[in-house]
Structure formats: structure tokens, C-alpha cells
T-cell receptor, first 112, second 115 residues
Framework: DAKTTQPTSMDCAEGRAANLPCNHSTISGNEYVYWYRQIHSQGPQYIIH???NNETNEMASLIITEDRKSSTLILPHATLRDTAVYYCIVRVGGGSNYKLTFGKGTLLTVNP | SQTIHQWPATLVQPVGSPLSLECTVE??????LYWYRQAAGRGLQLLFY??????ISSEVPQNLSASRPQDRQFILSSKKLLLSDSGFYLC??????????????FGPGTRLTVL
């Protein structure tokens, strides 16, 4: 699976949009981009995933560049409860590859 | 709806003692099951995964073993714990889908301290 690079930490003001970047320059054509987050002392939580097109759900939006070498997770109106470590993961979907490889992620701190 | 249970929530064990952590999933059948460990200050490490009863794949050599005696039950064990086994143990499941997107759902975790 392709390697990802994320900033170690970011801050965001409550109520503002949080934009979390991820670089995955070695991504291949059949690899998806996944985002998970882990609130302190809890298990990771799936947020969103995409292949080529931008995606939006009730939690966040995922913007993938046209060359697919980077992406941005957007939390439109961050709240204090969004403080967590956010993981960007790139992996092949389907087949026998069931594994998620978690890196160190980005610690997002939402400040009041 | 599907739920995943892990117990115990916390555990303190002496070095050299045995370990048994249990994970069960409700509301789905034939799931893929996973055991992860998160050591203090480190990322999540996949330890084992299982695609069916009795089928276990180990990701890293270690002091632990896993078993899947029933479709929705996944057990993590050790005969003799080491100090380095301390950490936050997470069980997860995913559905087998044609598109293979395999979103994983995590349990609440077990925090193990080996003294």
C-alpha cells in the first residue's frame, strides 16, 4: 500500500473549518484514500473514503487532487469533540487485502 | 445494527501470567475480524486478522496468539505475558463486500498493563 505523509499536529478554532492535508504521491490507480479518526482512549472511527471524485457525508468532505497525489479532509464546522488523531490511509480495495496500515496521523486540537 | 464488544475494559497482569482477551460481534455474519495493538505513544499495529472460523493470519512475530472458535468471536491469548505486551488492544470487524471497500469498525478496546 502507498505511504502517506501527514502533519504531526494542527490547531483549529471552534466553529471554523478544519482542513487536514495528506500526501500520497506514490498512490496507484486502484488504491482508495481512507480517513479515520481516534479520539483519546477510544477505538478509531471511520470518517470517509474516496477513489477519484470528491466525497461528502454527514461528518466531512474529502477533496482528492486530480493527479490523486494528495487529499484534504475538511470538517466544515469543527467542534471541541472533533479533537482527535486523524489518520489518512491509502490501500487497495477488495480482493484479499483486508488490512489497514495506520501511520502516526495528525493530532487535531480544536480550541474554544 | 451491528455492535462489537470487548472485555475486559482494563486489565493489570503480572509478567509471566497468561492472557485472554475476548471480542464478539453482533448483528452481522461471516465478518473479517482483526486484532490491533497501540503501545503508548505509538501508532496502531495490526497483530492478527481472520477471514473465517479457524483461519488466522499473523502480521508480526510476537508473544501472542489468536483464535476464532466461532463466526463472531475472536480471542487474543498469551501463555506468558511480557512487559512489552502492555498497550491498548483493539478488536475490529469488517464486512466482506463485492467492492471490497472494507470499512472497519472498532471496539472500545482493552487497556492492558503488564507489571
Amino acid at each position: 500500500d502507498a505511504k502517506t505523509t501527514q502533519p504531526t499536529s494542527m490547531d483549529c478554532a471552534e466553529g471554523r473549518a478544519a482542513n487536514l492535508p495528506c500526501n500520497h504521491s506514490t498512490i496507484s490507480g486502484n488504491e482508495y484514500v481512507y480517513w479515520y479518526r481516534q479520539i483519546h482512549s477510544q477505538g478509531p472511527q471511520y470518517i470517509i473514503h474516496g477513489l477519484k471524485n470528491n466525497e461528502t457525508n454527514e461528518m466531512a468532505s474529502l477533496i482528492i487532487t486530480e493527479d490523486r497525489k494528495s487529499s484534504t479532509l475538511i470538517l466544515p464546522h469543527a467542534t471541541l469533540r472533533d479533537t482527535a488523531v486523524y489518520y489518512c490511509i491509502v490501500r487497495v480495495g477488495g480482493g484479499s487485502n483486508y488490512k489497514l496500515t495506520f501511520g502516526k496521523g495528525t493530532l487535531l486540537t480544536v480550541n474554544p | 445494527s451491528q455492535t462489537i464488544h470487548q472485555w475486559p475494559a482494563t486489565l493489570v497482569q503480572p509478567v509471566g501470567s497468561p492472557l485472554s482477551l475476548e471480542c464478539t460481534v453482533e448483528g452481522t455474519s461471516n465478518p473479517n475480524l482483526y486484532w490491533y495493538r497501540q503501545a503508548a505513544g505509538r501508532g496502531l499495529q495490526l497483530l492478527f486478522y481472520s477471514v473465517g472460523i479457524g483461519q488466522i493470519s499473523s502480521e508480526v512475530p510476537q508473544n501472542l496468539s489468536a483464535s476464532r472458535p466461532q463466526d463472531r468471536q475472536f480471542i487474543l491469548s498469551s501463555k506468558k505475558l511480557l512487559l512489552s505486551d502492555s498497550g491498548f488492544y483493539l478488536c475490529a470487524w469488517s464486512a466482506k463486500g463485492l467492492a471490497g471497500i472494507n470499512e472497519q469498525f472498532f471496539g472500545p478496546g482493552t487497556r492492558l498493563t503488564v507489571l
